[in-house]
């Protein structure tokens, strides 16, 4: 099954308190992660930002 349309699976009504349930599979967001058309770390802009590992 391909991913939803626009990458929302389920939508709530705006200015209503509401809770969204729905299934979500993991390898399907692997995926969705290694071949989709946005990909946030690698699609960064080196020269305006960074990012800096503050873990241990």
């Not at 626009?6 to 709530?12: P, S, W």
Request: proline share 7%; hydrophobic share 40%.
């Amino acid at each position: 099954m391909p991913p939803a349309a626009g990458g929302v699976n389920r939508a709530a009504v705006p200015n209503v308190e509401t809770v969204a349930i729905t299934d979500l599979r993991p390898a399907t967001l692997v995926t969705v992660r290694n071949i989709g058309t946005v990909r946030n770390l690698r699609d960064r802009r080196d020269d305006l930002y960074g990012v800096v590992w503050r873990g241990s």
